[in-house]
């Protein structure tokens, strides 16, 4: 029932910066929690950020931490990606995804897991050059 979009993405040199932003629509009622996720070609998708807003719990991987900052707000369904100190091995699609069945609340681990999200976004390619 709910579609997520994912925009913000592009080519940027490594230092740079890009903020990437991802809208719900199709559901009336707040999600639990969202996060954000990337796949570089030839590998696995791998979790990067998510923000629980019951609590404020945010998580991040420890290659990003320091350099991203997630935020958004829960009334609207967006969440925004704040991409610092840019590295060419962040080179990505990047999809946001969202909890509408309360899965996170059981446990914080689930916001590292693609299961703990029921709805996913078509993606936004982040390129940083060198």
């Known amino acids: 029932q709910a579609q997520l979009v994912e925009s913000g993405g592009g080519l940027v040199q490594a230092g740079g910066s890009l903020r990437l932003s991802c809208a719900v629509s199709?559901?009336?009622?707040?999600?639990?929690?969202m996060g954000w996720f990337r796949q570089a070609p030839g590998k696995e998708r791998e979790f990067v950020a998510a923000i629980r807003w019951s609590d404020g719990t945010t998580l991040y991987s420890d290659s990003v931490k320091g350099r991203f900052t997630i935020s958004g707000d829960n009334h609207k369904n967006t969440v925004y990606l704040q991409m610092n100190s840019l590295k060419p091995v962040d080179t990505a699609v990047y999809y946001c995804a969202t909890d509408y069945r309360g899965t996170t609340l059981y446990s914080g681990s689930y916001l590292l897991k693609t299961i703990g999200y029921d709805y996913w976004g078509q993606g936004t390619q982040v390129t940083v050059s060198s």
């Open positions: 199709g559901r009336t009622f707040t999600n639990y929690a």
